[in-house]
């Protein structure tokens, strides 16, 4: 008779080197992340887009949260390999907790570390490959020639990166220079996760040009792109989505897009695109 054979763990390097390679072609791979806030909460799991017909529904299904109670899940979070000097690794790994949110520039993390960059992205490999860190690539199509091409790092544990980088509670946390950059880890890391945890790969990208325009999140679809900005604010305004207007000159269709943010409610900023309170995602 058929039979599944599931085979789980908390490291996949070792075991994924020798089995997707004796089993091609028979081997399904689940991504498993740390805890969403759906299952928490008990919640169903929904690939997340800035669209009524997702958001309208996760509205009824959900509870509205606040603002320390948004922090107090990211300072809780989620709950390798040979790297030869232990303390320049917990260095790099605390060095990579506080760069989340940022573009990567290996040159300054290898200098910062005192290690050389072919280390740096060795090191950055195991940390991507053990779900700790994802890089967002920048969004480009041959339409737009002034694109940044270097990735966002993301450090996808919100409750380790608060231990590594010193932030004792949810409070000095919120009110600490980096609450920011921690509020857009944990929106990128619940919308990933969202999708992976549907079975499905995370359609993220982001989008930076050479005039300094910034859009945090585009999630691409079947071609249609959704923009989305991450605020940490209750009550942002048409000023946070006036950079959606270069997504015109992509030739590509444009779906609703949205600010992620402190807000108490779902409501429209205009005909395309909504405020979007944290406990939505």
């Given amino acids: 008779m058929p039979q599944d054979y599931w085979l789980t763990g908390s490291q996949m ?25 759906a299952e928490i909460d008990g919640r169903p799991n929904v690939p997340f887009l800035p669209a009524k017909e997702v958001l309208v529904p996760k ?8 603002l320390l109670e948004v922090f107090s ?8 390999s040979q790297v030869g000097d232990e303390l320049a690794f917990l260095r790099f790994l605390t060095a990579t907790a506080a760069r989340s949110g940022k573009m990567l520039q290996y040159a300054d993390l290898a200098r910062d570390i005192g290690i050389s960059q072919p280390t740096a992205k060795k090191w950055l490999s195991l940390l991507v490959s053990s779900g700790l860190v994802i890089l967002v690539e920048p969004w480009h199509n041959n339409t737009l020639t002034r694109m940044i091409k270097a990735p966002k ?34 929106v990128v890391s619940e919308i990933i996760k969202s999708w992976y945890n549907a079975g499905k790969i995370p359609p993220v990208f982001y989008y930076r040009d050479k005039d300094q325009q910034e859009i945090d999140l585009l999630l691409e679809v079947d071609g249609k ?7 940490k604010t209750g009550n942002p305004g048409k000023n946070d989505i006036a950079t959606f207007r270069v997504l015109e000159k992509t030739g590509n269709s444009i779906g609703p897009g949205g600010v992620v943010c402190c807000a108490t409610e779902y409501l429209p900023l205009d005909a395309q695109n909504s405020v979007i309170p944290w406990w939505m995602i």
């Fill in 13 to 37: 390097f070792h075991l994924m080197h020798a089995v997707s390679e004796s089993l091609a072609g028979r081997l399904g791979i689940v991504h498993l992340l740390g805890l969403s806030q």
């Fill in 153 to 186: 790092l993301y450090f996808l544990d919100t409750g380790l990166s608060a231990y590594l980088t010193r932030w004792s509670t949810p409070e000095t946390l919120e009110a600490g220079a980096a609450s920011g950059a921690f509020f857009e880890t944990f």
């Fill in 73 to 80: 899940a990211i300072h809780r979070g989620g709950g390798l």
């Fill in 225 to 231: 792109l959704y923009p989305i900005e991450i605020k």
């Fill in 59 to 66: 509205r009824k299904q959900s509870e509205k949260g606040s």
